[in-house]
């Protein structure tokens, strides 16, 4: 059973940043497309950023040039780096693979195409 397993998150104060983790179980999650995706109560899960087999990122356009996915090839973990954090990036944050072996992202910011899904890390921001 393929696994992806997220870390990193916790209480943050406003203005600070966080690297999130995410280990997969599997050097093959490193040829699919990964996204992080974020979640608060009582709304839907929203796509954050998103990388494809060949290293192409795309993000939430409100979070651009603050957020930066990456993956490590060599430790099987995909990051997503948040800085500025403000209360609006309070939520839980969850990593997720679209298990296609041509390493493209469909709908790369949406989760309608993402079959495999960590149990989530929460990140809580201060002011």
């Known amino acids: 059973q393929v696994q992806l397993v997220e870390s990193g998150g916790g209480s943050v104060q406003a203005g600070g940043s966080l690297r999130l983790s995410c280990a997969a179980s599997?050097?093959?999650?490193?040829?699919?497309?990964m996204g992080w995706f974020r979640q608060t109560p009582g709304k839907e899960r929203e796509g954050v950023a998103a990388?494809?087999?060949?290293?192409?990122?795309m993000y939430k356009d409100s979070m651009k040039g603050r957020i930066t996915i990456s993956k490590d090839r060599t430790e099987n973990t995909l990051f997503l780096q948040i800085d500025s954090l403000g209360a609006e990036d309070t939520g839980m944050y969850y990593c997720?693979?679209?298990?296609?072996?041509?390493?493209?992202?469909?709908?790369?910011?949406?989760?309608?195409?993402?079959?495999?899904w960590g149990q989530g890390t929460q990140v809580t921001v201060s002011s």
């Open positions: 997720a693979a679209q298990t296609r072996a041509d390493g493209v992202c469909l709908d790369g910011l949406t989760t309608r195409y993402y079959t495999s």
């Open positions: 990388v494809t087999r060949i290293g192409t990122t």
């Open positions: 599997t050097y093959a999650y490193m040829d699919y497309c």
